[in-house]
């Protein structure tokens, strides 16, 4: 019976592989007001899987649908805004395509600038205090992620012993961050070259000390396992503070080891300890990342799911029910840890966004050391209004705004120009084909409002692509994206979409703290893609052959990496919800009556009835779902 319904599947891909079938099919699906966006999104991401070996059948579908979309946003009141979303087949279906024609550029070409943007990002927030709870950090380019308190941060030398290493290593931490910082930072530096996926985690290792006074049942004398929360950790009332070094008094220079966490660790012990005394227990475990980030070792409709980012953020992490990275905050919530800003009695009554503890001072400078936290002095919280930040945060915003700009313009310089200089031998065919083609369009319909073409382009490309790249650099590379980072590169991101406007935004005092930001480097970004677009449309036709080439190289590298029949099973359920509807728009189309194609469908779907007859399914009004035809075969066999 398996073997049967493979043979129709196979069917079905013949059926796929015909232009006038998979044009009409496409059509009928999106009239139906049932056929939500998700729905639209899995079926352009299916038909994607099943064309990613016939990449240049692909790209006349691509090429057809996009003619027809262009004739009605023609006749629409707003022809600009054509792509600017991701909502019908056509949409998701560009970027998967995009996607695939990108891969080889982005790797061997571009994609070096944009980790070294990602990285410099980094590095800059980790040099100064980061809240472990809030994700505030005092070197931010977003003000909704900027630490507004004036932390004391002395910097402390760890040298970090381990058996495996051939040398110490030397990581630069601060007194103020918490254990679970202090071992990320080490675990970067010890393996700096090795992808975050096969990484040991955070959670897996214990951070030894190795303090020559101190030891603990079960470890080396003079070591003393550090934790974020144990025994010694200080309290007040409900709220609980996580330790930092300064904490356990590490100043200056530190022998640390990063040891596997054993069940029967101290650290255990003393967890069970702070359990028993009525505090936060951390315990569980989340499971081990995905270890391909790959794209193209990811179902392409899952793609969006953001791959990297593997653990929760810490705000969950040190919420008090479910243990590590548990759940939100309830009711019953008896313990909340901060880590600089004491959270007020609104957060303490589970106000906030799944247990968190966020309330800083946007009002006066709150008194701290390196060992105390900061407290609110009456000021508004940190979700107020972008109006209300006052000027000495707007001038930390642009020192580190400073600071990574070259990293910006070097990463936005790249991928506005044409590499391979004036013959653009590196500029992938794709792009070249695409932009030509809606240059044509334009031309053939005496389109005089060059802001329309403008808008296309940015809509097809820049905006479709970079801008998800720019957002979510774990979608391409093997790394973890912290909340904070996040901030920041959507501020990055904010700023390359105003560049791709022609628009000059006005700006005020009342202005985003994100328009502010870049407002005097857009007008040269700007000017970049106006560059590079006629760069584009100045280089030599990519010629039939060419593109041919082109995409039979890239059909060639995709193959075996998807289950075609699995992908086609999937489709195949959209078929039989819109069955009717399939094959009334069949039966009007004359190139599909020609072709009999209703017919083939027809045929198709009663050699799969029989085995979903139990389920009560007529042929002639709704053939079997999928589901029923899997039930009908599990019957059978």
């Given at each position: ?411 936005f310089g790249t991928i506005l120009k044409v590499p391979g200089g004036g013959g653009g031998s590196k500029l992938p065919a794709p792009v070249k084909w695409l932009f030509d083609l809606l240059d044509d369009v334009a031309s053939q319909h005496n389109l005089l409002n060059t802001e329309i073409l403008h808008s296309w382009k940015s809509n097809s490309l820049p905006l479709r692509i970079w801008i998800n790249f720019i957002k979510n650099p ?164």
């Open positions: 019976a398996r073997s049967d319904l493979d043979t129709a599947m196979l069917q079905f891909e013949h059926l796929v592989n015909n232009k006038w079938f998979l044009l009409t099919f496409i059509e009928a699906l999106e009239r139906q007001k049932s056929f939500t966006v998700e729905d639209r999104m899995n079926t352009a991401s299916l038909i994607m899987i099943v064309l990613m070996t016939k990449m240049e059948y692909c790209t006349d579908i691509l090429r057809c649908l996009l003619l027809r979309q262009i004739e009605k946003s023609l006749s629409s009141k707003n022809p600009a805004t054509m792509l600017s979303r991701t909502e019908t087949i056509l949409e998701k279906l560009l970027s998967n395509w995009l996607a695939l024609c990108l891969y080889d550029y982005m790797k061997d070409y571009a994609g070096s600038s944009l980790f070294v943007l990602f990285k410099a990002i980094k590095f800059q927030i980790e040099k100064g205090p980061v809240d472990a709870v809030t994700h505030d950090a005092r070197y931010s380019l977003s003000e909704e992620k900027l630490l507004r308190e004036q932390i004391v941060a002395n910097t402390v030398l760890c040298r970090v012993v381990q058996e495996e290493l051939e040398e110490e290593v030397v990581v630069r931490v601060l007194d103020c961050d918490t254990i679970s910082q202090v071992k990320a930072k080490i675990l970067d530096a010890v393996y700096k070259n090795t992808p975050f996926s096969l990484r040991p985690r955070v959670e897996e290792v214990d951070l030894e000390w190795r303090c020559g006074q101190y030891s603990q049942p079960g470890t080396p004398a003079g070591t003393l396992v550090l934790q974020d929360v144990d025994i010694t950790s200080k309290t007040e009332g409900t709220c609980g503070r996580l330790n930092t070094l300064a904490h356990y008094g590490l100043k200056e220079k530190a022998i640390v080891s990063l040891v596997p966490k054993q069940l029967d660790s101290p650290s255990q012990h003393i967890y069970q300890a702070v359990s028993l005394s009525g505090h936060q227990t951390l315990r569980g475990a989340v499971p081990p990342p995905p270890q391909n980030s790959n794209i193209y070792q990811q179902p392409i409709y899952a793609a969006g799911g953001g791959g990297g980012n593997i653990l929760p953020p810490y705000g969950t992490m040190y919420s008090a029910t479910g243990g590590v990275y548990g759940g939100a905050a309830t009711s019953n919530l008896h313990e909340q840890f901060y880590h600089f800003v004491k959270p007020d009695h609104h957060q303490l009554s589970g106000t906030t966004t799944g247990g968190t503890a966020r309330g800083t001072t946007t009002g006066g400078t709150a008194n701290s050391t390196s060992n105390s936290t900061s407290t609110n002095s009456g000021g508004t919280s940190s979700n107020s209004s972008h109006k209300q930040i006052p000027e000495i945060f707007l001038t930390r915003l642009l020192s580190t705004k400073g600071t990574v700009q070259k990293f910006v313009d070097d990463f774990d979608f391409i590379f093997d790394v973890k994206k912290t909340d904070t980072v996040d901030s920041c590169l959507s501020v990055i991101a904010q700023t390359f979409m105003d560049s791709c406007s022609l628009h000059e935004n006005i700006l005020g005092k009342d202005s985003p703290s994100t328009k502010l930001l870049f407002a005097k480097d857009i007008p040269l970004y700007r000017q970049l893609v106006i560059d590079y677009y006629g760069e584009v449309r100045r280089l030599p036709q990519v010629t039939d052959q060419e593109l041919s080439f082109h995409l039979q190289q890239l059909s060639s590298q995709h193959a075996q990496q998807f289950d075609n029949t699995v992908a086609l099973k999937e489709l195949y359920v959209y078929v039989s919800k819109y069955y009717g509807e399939i094959m009334q728009s069949l039966n009007e189309n004359i190139n599909c009556r020609n072709q009999r194609l209703a017919g083939r469908l027809q045929n198709l779907a009663m050699s799969l009835y029989p085995l979903a007859g139990a389920a009560g399914a007529s042929p002639h009004h709704h053939p079997a779902s999928y589901a029923q035809q899997q039930q009908a075969y599990t019957m059978h066999t």
